[in-house]
């Protein structure tokens, strides 16, 4: 059995992130969805929230695919997480050469943590490639349509946070 874990922060989750997930089901037989806590980041949305988000963009995906899909918070090292859920190979996605620069060091710093672990690198489809959460955000605090990037849901979920802010 191939376990593969895809982390990330899911500020929200995005259409970008679910084409990532369905993707990465086409590699391995269960996918775990990392959630990162990253307080650091000063997240819109909580980690409950967060979760929920993915849930939800995950139930149309699951019941087209084989694999098992899996949401996990985690707050410890990527590479600790990974061994932790059994994964072989961690999955991240690629927009442009912005987003390269940090990977190659990510994957060289968690090579040397774990030599056993094998990044893979997917890029979406091209209409998804530039969706960025914090893009989302910043468009929909100056008042733009989002509804082209995220799933439906979290539409409604970023309008109701920043009519509570
Ligand atoms: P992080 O804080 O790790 O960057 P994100 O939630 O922003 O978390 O992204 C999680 C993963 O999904 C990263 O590997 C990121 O490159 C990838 N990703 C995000 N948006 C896209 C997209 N539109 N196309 C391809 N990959 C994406």
């Given at each position: 059995m191939r376990i593969g874990l895809y982390p990330g922060t899911f500020d929200p989750v995005t259409l970008g992130h679910a084409d990532i997930i369905k993707r990465a089901c086409g590699l391995v037989d269960r996918l775990v969805i990392g959630v990162a806590i990253n307080r650091d980041k000063g997240p819109m949305?909580?980690?409950e929230e967060?979760?929920?988000?993915?849930?939800?963009?995950i139930d149309e995906i699951s019941d087209k695919t084989h694999c098992e899909?899996?949401?996990?918070?985690?707050?410890?090292?990527?590479?600790?997480?990974?061994?932790?859920?059994d994964a072989t190979v961690?999955?991240?996605?690629?927009r442009a050469f912005s987003d390269f620069e940090y990977e190659y060091q990510m994957v060289g710093m968690n090579r040397a943590l774990n030599a056993d672990i094998e990044t893979v690198f997917l890029m979406a489809e091209a209409r998804y490639q530039a969706i960025a959460s914090r893009l989302v955000k910043e468009i929909a605090r100056l008042g733009g349509d989002i509804s082209k990037f995220v799933p439906d849901k979290v539409v409604k979920?970023?309008?109701?946070?920043?009519?509570?802010?």
């Open positions: 949305f909580n980690l967060r979760v929920e988000m993915l849930n939800e963009a899909i899996i949401v996990h918070p985690f707050e410890n090292l990527l590479i600790d997480c990974a061994t932790d859920v961690i999955i991240r996605g690629l979920r970023v309008a109701r946070k920043l009519a509570k802010t």
